[in-house]
């Protein structure tokens, strides 16, 4: 079991930086693939950021390719840092985890969630 709770979300102004985090408790990151998803408003959740286990490659839409970086950080969480933020970024960011097997690729799907954070990009 893993228990997600995301932070940092806010609003920003276009062209600004967000950096969006995800505390997890229950178990050890490190034995999940983790991932960042964003829901804008109306549409369906899509997935912008994934790293598996090991060496695995960090993963990215290529709506926010170079812009947006994943990381696993210290204390058992997770982030998001994101740049040059648009418009069309907004809306609730997401954290999740899938227990794989190490040096997995990202899954397809995520077993555990957070709540949810908000993202409102807007002059």
């Known amino acids: 079991q893993v228990q997600l709770v995301e932070s940092g979300g806010g609003l920003v102004q276009p062209g600004g930086s967000l950096r969006l985090s995800c505390a997890a408790s229950?178990?050890?990151?490190?034995?999940?693939?983790i991932g960042w998803f964003h829901q804008a408003p109306g549409k369906e959740r899509e997935r912008v950021a994934c790293l598996g286990r090991g060496d695995a490659p960090k993963e990215y839409s290529d709506s926010v390719k170079d812009r947006f970086t994943i990381s696993r950080d210290a204390e058992n969480t997770m982030s998001l840092q994101m740049k040059d933020l648009k418009p069309e970024d907004a809306g609730v960011y997401y954290c999740a985890a899938h227990w794989v097997m190490y040096g997995s690729r990202c899954p397809p799907s995520f077993h555990y969630w957070g709540q949810g954070t908000q993202v409102t990009v807007s002059s």
């Open positions: 229950g178990s050890d990151l490190e034995h999940f693939a």
